[in-house]
């Protein structure tokens, strides 16, 4: 199975910023998609932002205009910068691949967000 590893995150101050990485076992130019999921507490998973094969991007409107999401095939990473963080933008933040053929569906292990007031 292909897997996703997360790094980055941790606790940030209101209005400050951070980037969470997503590494690939595989290629990504192999993924159709790429995206950001977050579960806050309480509530259902959410898509945040996500990246297609040709480059187009899509984002929660909860964090457009803030959050950033990018990939580097030669590094097979993919990234989402987020600034002007909100206390309500804490959660657990998951990176997901949704692979051409068999490969089918990867999901990171999940990294926490936490941003103070």
């Known amino acids: 199975q292909a897997h996703l590893v997360q790094s980055g995150g941790g606790l940030v101050q209101a209005g400050g910023s951070l980037r969470v990485t997503c590494a690939a076992s595989e290629s990504t130019v192999t993924a159709y998609r790429m995206a950001w999921y977050r579960q806050a507490p309480g509530m259902q998973r959410e898509l945040v932002a996500s990246i297609g094969a040709d480059g187009t991007t899509n984002y929660a409107d909860s964090v457009k205009g803030r959050f950033t999401i990018s990939m580097n095939n030669a590094l097979n990473t993919v990234y989402l910068q987020m600034n002007s963080l909100k206390p309500e933008d804490t959660a657990v933040y998951y990176c997901?691949?949704?692979?051409?053929?068999?490969?089918?569906?990867?999901w990171g292990q999940g990294t926490q967000v936490t941003v103070s007031a």
């Open positions: 997901n691949a949704d692979w051409y053929g068999i490969l089918g569906v990867s």
